[in-house]
């Protein structure tokens, strides 16, 4: 089947600009993860949901950041006025179980690309 | 502070010799540590993983070795084929997150 999808690819924005990052989780998957990964860095913990409730957001870098996953399925990243050092790459992961993750792997999408001009 | 550290950004292998990948860890309270390969343009794929109550565990030509008292594990590839180049993520499993070092760029050299 279908891995995890994001959507776009990659995004350029203007320093101040809002962006939406679209993650397809693999169906039927019920957790959800966001991560940031910046340029030589390992992926960063942003947030993670369970179905449709946001069960942990300690990994927003500011009140910039907010994500939604209103269904249970499809999840979106937004980031309001972005700045420079929002530019990385944004990673979604989908999980079959409920946020076990050492008896679950996460299944991660290719990412989407960020530069903030 | 990284709480999981990969202090070798890169390694070349010979074809067919073993890679050896190592990765440090400082919060004792770990339960559960991963690698993950990654491929350019695409997302970290999940290789092996292990419990905090195991010292090894062998998939393949994969192996992953779990020094607790030194808090050090480490990622043995044998033999290293080319295809194995790729970046090498080292991370740890706190509650619902995982948490990674910076990775490791493995180059197998024909």
């Known amino acids: 089947g279908a891995g995890v999808s994001q959507s776009p690819r990659y995004k350029v924005a203007k320093r101040g600009q809002d962006v939406a990052l679209r993650c397809d989780p693999i169906s039927g998957h019920v957790s959800l993860f966001w991560y940031q990964q910046a340029l030589g860095q390992g992926p960063e913990f942003l947030t993670y949901?369970?179905?449709?409730?946001?069960?942990?957001k300690s990994g927003l870098p500011s009140d910039r950041f907010f994500a939604e996953r209103p269904e249970g399925s499809v999840s979106t990243l937004k980031i309001q006025r972005t700045q420079q050092e929002d530019s990385a790459v944004y990673l979604c992961?989908?999980?079959?179980?409920?946020?076990?993750?050492?008896?679950?792997?996460?299944?991660f999408g290719p990412g989407t690309r960020l530069t903030v001009l | 502070d990284q709480q999981v550290k990969q202090n070798s950004p890169s390694l070349s292998v010979q074809e067919g010799r073993i890679s050896i990948l190592n990765c440090d860890y400082t919060n004792s309270m770990f339960d559960y540590f991963l690698w993950y390969k990654k491929y350019p343009a695409e997302g970290p794929t999940f290789l092996i993983s292990?419990?905090?109550?195991?010292d090894k565990n062998e998939d393949g030509r994969f192996t992953v070795f779990l020094n607790k008292s030194a808090k050090h594990l480490s990622l043995h590839i044998v033999p290293s084929q080319p295809g194995d180049s790729a970046v090498y993520f080292c991370?740890?499993?706190?509650?619902?997150?995982?948490?990674f070092g910076k990775g490791t760029r493995l180059h197998i050299l024909p």
């Open positions: 292990i419990s905090s109550i195991k």
């Open positions: 991370a740890a499993s706190e509650d619902d997150k995982i948490i």
């Open positions: 992961a989908s999980s079959l179980v409920l946020g076990q993750t050492y008896t679950d792997t996460q299944y």
């Open positions: 949901f369970q179905n449709e409730a946001q069960l942990d």
